[in-house]
């Protein structure tokens, strides 16, 4: 099945980009409090694996397993869901950070080609608005040069 992906083009050095999309240092230890706050309840930590517990506004909660390898990946697997894991991906290039994020889904048939054919009618853009533009535009109000 194919994966989903959006991308852009961040005008900032892939360490400075990392850090503002994952709340995690490039370097040092990270501020678990900080991570809590952005990713939901800590449940267990082993080196750069996270497992959270997140609630979302219904008040149904979800186990996610998040890796970091910093600056250049945030890996996110929903260790209680059937929808999709992600991946963010940071890569340098000569005029700042190739951010891509990759949606892996772990249905297969009806179910993935529904969820796969309206990410590319309707999602695609309203994504890219909601989690991208934010970061894009926060660097490009900074001198990266």
């Known amino acids: 099945m194919p994966k989903i992906t959006i991308s852009a083009h961040v005008a900032a050095e892939p360490a400075a980009v990392f850090t503002h999309v994952t709340s995690y240092p490039a370097q040092g230890a990270p501020d678990n409090r900080q991570l809590e706050t952005k990713y ?3 449940e267990h930590e082993d ?10 506004s219904e008040g149904a909660e979800a186990r996610l397993l998040y890796t970091f390898e910093p600056p250049h990946l945030r890996d996110m697997k ?9 991946r963010d991906t940071f890569t340098p290039t000569s005029t700042g950070t190739e951010w891509n994020i990759t949606w892996e ?10 969820r796969w054919l309206f990410f590319r009618w309707k999602d695609r853009q309203r994504l890219y ?3 991208m533009r934010p970061v894009v535009d926060h660097f490009q ?3 990266f040069y």
């Not at 929903?78 to 992600?86: K, Q």
């Not at 889904?105 to 529904?114: E, N």
Request: proline content about 5%; aromatic content about 10%; overall charge negative.
């Open 40 to 42: 939901g309840r800590l």
């Open 47 to 56: 080196g750069g694996d996270y497992t959270f517990i997140s609630t979302n």
């Open 78 to 86: 929903h260790l209680d869901s059937d929808w999709a894991d992600r």
């Open 105 to 114: 889904p772990k249905s297969r048939g009806a179910p993935f080609l529904v």
């Open 129 to 131: 608005d909601q989690i």
């Open 141 to 143: 109000k900074q001198d």
